[in-house]
């Protein structure tokens, strides 16, 4: 079969076409798009299925891995303070986990906007189609209908008026009875009327479908782009709310992420079939919907010099008929009107009428050519599969990214959450957290007793006397010297009041 004009097969379509196919019993399917035999609908099942697969795998792993996290870890020793070792690479996998699936999204923006394209394509071509189609029947119901009244009323008139002159009458009978032959071969041009298939409707449910679909996707992309940002400004912020509200989310993202894999796999796969040998499926299904001729789908359908035109024979008898009735009025304007003056008003209504239906023939002959249908039938291929296949495989990259980024990123929140330092400004004067320069500088802490102890003795008094030996050396005392009052960040202690020099 002839490929329509500019379509050919990509290398995708290839590539798809020829992964293999099993049902739920593993047994291999053909590769043929057949969309109504249950093996090969168990055979895309099974490959959306396999997405599924890949979402309970990786929610396993995610969850092996925070058990072993939690419950697995190596006792700290005590009263240390110091990030674990590796932290750092935590927080920064998290990041560029993060990074990748914003790149992600970049892409699933671009693949959706690409499919969508693909499918405006094919409703552009679906309408066009039907406009080819409304023209042929408007001009056939318009030609015949002034036909149908020249010869109720001209010719009719014409008669009456020759009606002295038997071989006159004869010759607008003649007339007559060609126009009833144009008129009834022109009938049968219109082989779209009374179809039930439109391809206005089908247009439009196409873009109704596709609306929602392009919406979907939008939504997904920005609830996934607005989880990786508030994710990243939490690790920024060290927000630990922020960060186990966009862990659940990013939970949430990574099921939808999954799952739009699994239709978008099982779509594109479908595609890869149909666009591989499109023109089997669509005459068997059109010649099911219609009822039309083989012939007729064809000729439309394939547009080679193998197939014949199914309404070259009318066109040539119309013609003719048109080309008969031309010379007939021209002989009788020659010989009736010297004669009888009264018919040359019929008369010029007559080739008025004839003109008309020429230039509505000529119209019609052009319509009817496969050129026009064939190239929209082209045109529709190439949005579906080429710019619309393509957007379906950048979405099926987002998916795969977007799946393996929070995957990452569910692993790396709990580890990077737990290095966050505490948020609490009043443990510096509670007395119940040791001070950080000291556990830095490797001083003991200063007990309660001992600030009670400072509070009650004068301010003369010498503080007490600390071992440094990392200082002065060993057995060397070194003075443990209090801060002011007025320095504390917490103002005066609980208890105590301020003295004044």
Known sequence: MGAPPGYRPSAWVHLLHQLPRADFQLRPVPSGFAPQEQEYQQALLLVAALAGLGLGLSLIFIAVYLIRFCCCRPPEPPGAKSPPPGGGCITWSCIAALLVGCAGIGIGFYGNSETSDGVSQLSSALLHANHTLSAIDHLVLETVERLGEAVRTELTSLEEVLAQRTELVAAARGARRQAEAVTQQLQGLAFWRGVPLSPLQVAEDVSF?????????????????????????????????????????????????????????????????????????????????????????NYYFLCNQAVSNPFQQRLTLSQRALANIHSQLQGLEREAVPHFPDAQKPLLSLEETLNVTEGNFHQLVALLHCRGLHKDYGAALRGLCED???????????????????????????????????????????????????????????????????RATPRLLEPPLLSCP????????????????SASPCGSFPGGRRRSH
């Open 209 to 297: 479908v596709e609306e929602y679909r392009w919406l979907a996707y939008v939504l997904l992309l920005l609830l996934e782009l607005l989880v990786c940002l508030f994710t990243l400004l939490g690790l920024a912020k060290q927000s630990k709310w922020l960060v186990i509200v966009m862990a659940v989310m990013s939970l949430l993202v990574l099921v939808l992420s999954w799952g739009s894999m699994g239709l978008e796999a099982a779509t594109a796969v479908g595609l890869s079939d149909f666009c591989s040998s499109p023109d089997t499926y669509i005459l068997n299904l059109t010649e099911e919907e219609t009822g039309l001729d083989s012939d007729i789908l």
């Open 470 to 485: 990392s200082l002065w050396g060993p057995g060397r005392p070194c003075r443990l010297l209090r801060a002011p009052v």
């Open 388 to 454: 619309a296949l393509e957007g379906l495989l950048l979405l099926l990259l987002f998916s795969l990214l977007s799946a393996g980024a929070l995957a990452t990123a569910l692993c790396s929140l709990p580890r990077a959450w737990a290095l966050f330092p505490p948020r609490n400004p009043s443990a510096l004067c509670s007395g119940s957290h040791p001070s950080e320069p000291l556990l830095h500088a490797g001083l003991e802490p200063v007990t309660p007793t001992l600030v009670s102890f400072q």
